[in-house]
């Protein structure tokens, strides 16, 4: 099939997401390994999102493709009541890498599904029907999910359910909360108070839950300051608030730890995963659990449930995965590279005008893109684009890479197993690319 056919084809008979149908524009994508894949013409494309965020170990990893098959040999489907023997394996194996005592799971098939049953836990469990939830979020897009999801895809599928509260993010660039000069803990301690007052004002013993991505990912790649966390699980257990740490993104070595929490030390009631559990090679997401919230359940109905809870393919894919992990050393590997990144990020910033900030924790990264430095007037408008940006987008792929672009930021999420080398490369092109944006930059 050429990459005509295959486009046509795809465009008359399914629905792409978030996407008005006519513009759609796909890579007729037919293969992957490494950090590359290739279109049905034979052309290379450094994957430089990792195509969602998700494909952390690389494309095509045979170890984990012979762990699928053998699997499909063993078993290759038992229901949600069955006990098998992958399903014991990962519950361990995933037990020894969660922080804390976050030792149970509850297996989806991705991460919305995991935020929809973390959701439910929340409330079952504490009685209370609240949620609050960041501005600058993306949770999923099931009913509950979009609806804590703070960006502007809840808005046409609003009201959604009902109890969910809004508040503002560290975003130190364009926070309100901050103030030129601010010491990173005066500006967390902002951030904080105004959390306080919110639970105030709407009741603390009425809040299940605080959701947050712990790094923010497709709404600006926000790493929060020292400080930020810690006070959050401070402020959640002076209220008897169960925290909630949505890692679907940045869990499973994107960071360069297992989770992004442990690079504060902080052990969140629940842990939502999804994407880097098996790279993607198969649909899987988790809840982790507590000890504390999941004894509630040895006693009480868990009422949630799922056809696929627990399949075996999916869940030897996560084990397989997470062993590739641990075997290539890809913590060590990954926050190795990220200084590399930040480095590249940092000469980004000196070189071009148009790259208003960088932000990056390991191999999760941004630049945030301005016409003016002084006025931090974006690139493009918020839930907007621009003319510069498209041009942007277009260069890269014409040039054969593949990147995410948001609004007024170009991300740079390669997969975990980049070498130096190839990201210097990639570098290579995003400084040419900028100068379509260093062009539209006012003075």
């Known amino acids: 099939m050429t990459a005509e056919e295959m486009i046509a084809l795809t465009k008359r008979h399914t629905i792409f997401s978030w996407s008005a149908q006519a513009s759609v524009n796909p890579i007729a994508m037919v293969r992957g390994e490494g950090i590359y894949f290739w279109d049905a013409d034979g052309k290379r494309y450094m994957d430089m999102n990792s195509q969602l965020m998700c ?6 990893d045979k170890r984990v493709i012979e762990a699928i098959k053998r699997q499909a040999d063993e078993l290759v489907y038992a229901g949600p009541g069955m006990a098998s023997p992958v399903r014991a394996r990962l519950g361990k194996m995933l037990a020894d890498l969660t922080p804390g005592d976050l030792n149970r799971f509850f297996f989806t098939l991705g991460g919305a599904e995991a935020n929809e049953n973390a959701i439910r836990i929340a409330r079952i469990v504490s009685g209370r029907q609240k949620i609050m939830a960041r501005y600058r979020s993306y949770h999923g897009a099931t009913a509950g999910s979009i609806s804590l999801t703070g960006d502007p895809r809840r808005w046409a599928n609003e009201p959604g359910i009902p109890g969910v509260v809004r508040f503002f993010d560290p975003y130190k660039y364009r926070s309100h909360l901050y103030r030129e000069g601010d010491s990173d803990a005066s500006f967390v301690q902002r951030c904080l108070d105004e959390i306080e007052e919110t639970i105030a004002y709407e009741g603390p013993q009425t809040i299940a839950a605080i959701f947050v991505e712990t790094v923010t990912g497709t709404n600006g790649l926000i790493v ?11 402020i959640c257990d002076r209220h008897g608030i169960f925290l909630v740490c949505d890692e679907v993104m940045c869990g499973l070595g994107r960071t360069g730890r297992w989770f992004a929490a442990d690079h504060w030390n902080v052990i969140p009631d629940m842990i939502t995963m999804a994407k880097g559990l098996t790279s993607a090679y198969l649909p899987l997401g988790a809840v982790a659990i507590s000890d504390r919230i999941a004894s509630y359940f040895d006693r009480n109905t868990f009422f949630g449930g799922l056809t696929y809870n627990a399949h075996p393919m999916s869940l030897a894919a996560a084990e397989a995965c ?10 060590g590997h990954t926050q190795r590279m990220g200084r590399v990144l930040s480095e590249l990020h940092a000469d980004m910033k000196a070189k071009h005008p148009s790259v208003g900030d960088v932000r990056s924790i390991g191999l999760f990264g941004v630049l945030e893109l301005v016409r003016n430095r002084q006025t931090k007037e974006p690139m493009a408008p918020f839930n907007g684009s621009s003319p510069e940006m498209q041009r942007l987008g277009a260069y890269l792929r014409d040039q054969g890479m593949y990147a995410f672009i948001n609004w007024n930021n170009l991300f740079t999420n390669p997969p975990l197993c980049i070498t130096e080398e190839q990201l210097r490369d990639a570098f290579v092109i995003i400084d040419r690319a900028l100068e379509i944006t260093d062009a539209a930059v006012r003075e």
């Open 55 to 60: 494909v952390n170990i690389g494309h095509g």
């Open 224 to 234: 929060p300051p020292d400080g930020y966390l810690q006070g959050l699980r401070q």
């Open 322 to 331: 997470l062993q590739v992990m641990i075997d290539d050393d890809t913590m």
